[in-house]
DNA sequence: CAGGCGTGTTGACGATCATCAAAAACGCGG
DNA sequence: CCGCGTTTTTGATGATCGTCAACACGCCTG
């Protein structure tokens, strides 16, 4: 009766979205769910590509990113391991917002919208931890457009690497940064060459120490008082 | 066995939340319902209070916007008769991240958060409803961002007046400012000053006229392709 | 070890938009 | 129709950050 273990049922099981479901439930999603492995610049999909359900990713790094007009990008978010995307886009009947593209090569699930949306008319929780998701979602989108529009460039990187320190020890916390200055740049919606200076800034003013990608802040709180 | 028709049931069930219910559950939300008049200038709530549920305008206009450290504010939407808001954070263990704040005086309705959960354990499509809703705010927020960091403040304005006039016949179209052009600045991230600027020059160019909160485009698709 | 590409840095310059100040226009109640 | 507060406009000035160009650096390959 009982099926071998595969390691997309590790893999699923281990989702935050699909935690307290049975095993039958599982089993259903697994019948949608393909494994996708990637390499570094591959497309997941583009602007524009009609959703057949959302992704989760296992390994590697992916960029949520809008095209600008001019050829550039603007980068949305930066995802790893465990995190999931493309689940809004399921529930309307618009096309992707936004690009999706591989910052390392690596491996993700996609689970088909199909038994998604059949194991949520069966299990009420999913839809309950949909809504959580989304809610989180939305709140963090509404963080960034508030440092966009409120704050300075000094202020977002400040802020971003507070957030990224965590809860590191508050003296000598290091920060690793998750990819390279370019990207993280157009997250912060800087250039890259006002992301170096703004770090030089930063440097001389003895609040971090940079040493390529990482960064070492010898005081957190000193660093966030600069952000009143 | 049947109550009189209160007004409260009325409204409630024209929300686009609330289409498919049948009676019972209409009641059920009924219970967990207030009514709410406000005043021009009133706080619904603020960034930092707790939910209690979500609100829907019945009449009137509200704000939804952040404060901005040096005592000014953000606005992130500006919501009229029939628009909803607050949900999302119904479904987190946070407080607001923002705040409402009403426009004009009106009316609104509060449901609490108590008897749309229990609503929803009953009814599976109030959750579908619900997951459409975050997600075509979700993708609005998405909207705003690419215009936030992707476009000038000519674009942004341009592209509001388009959206605004929305199917309007493509010449001759007038669009009518919801509210002051204060809060409309501040909704495309512009100072008041800048707004009448970029107005002003939309007139010199022949693509808009402008008399007070009204606005005359004689050719939309011309207007349009200012936004290449 | 030379060559080359991607990444990051530095400097000079400029454009967009904010700020400050003041006048003008509008709306509304008396 | 007048007066007064709010909203909007206009002008002068400046700060922040983007653009363009050149260069340094690491890293990998041939």
């Known amino acids: ?20 479901l049975d095993a ?7 019948r949608g769910t393909r494994e996708h492995a990637f390499r ?11 959703s057949t359900g959302f992704f989760s990713i296992i390994r590697g ?11 550039g990008e603007k980068v949305l978010e930066i995802m790893g391991p465990g995190q999931s995307f493309g689940e809004a886009v399921m529930f309307m009947e618009v096309p992707y ?22 194991a949520m008319d069966r299990d009420p929780r999913l839809a309950r931890k949909l809504l959580a998701g989304l809610s989180m979602r939305l709140h963090g989108l509404i963080q960034d457009v508030e440092a966009y529009t409120l704050q300075s460039a000094r202020q977002r990187l400040v ?15 290091e920060v690793r940064l998750p990819t390279s200055k370019t990207v993280i740049a157009s997250r912060l919606n800087l250039t890259p060459e006002t992301l170096s200076r703004v ?3 930063l440097a001389e003013a003895g609040l971090i120490e940079v040493r390529g990608r990482v960064i070492q802040i ?4 000193r660093l966030a008082s600069e952000n009143a």
Not at 159 to 173: H, K, M, N, S, V
């Open 199 to 201: 770090l030089h800034g």
């Open 24 to 30: 039958e439930e599982i089993d259903a999603l697994l």
């Open 40 to 50: 570094r610049g591959e497309m997941l999909f583009s602007k524009g590509d009609p």
């Open 61 to 71: 790094q992916i960029k949520l990113a809008l095209p600008s007009p001019q050829g």
């Open 97 to 118: 917002p936004v690009f999706a593209q591989a910052l390392t090569e690596g491996t993700a699930l996609h689970i088909s919208k199909a038994v998604l949306f059949a």
């Open 1 to 20: 009766m009982s099926e071998p273990v595969s390691h997309l049922q590790i893999a699923l099981t281990s989702l935050p979205l699909c935690r307290q």
């Open 218 to 221: 010898p005081d957190l709180p």
């Open 159 to 173: 802020a971003y690497l507070i957030e990224r320190a965590g809860d590191a020890p508050p003296l000598r916390a």
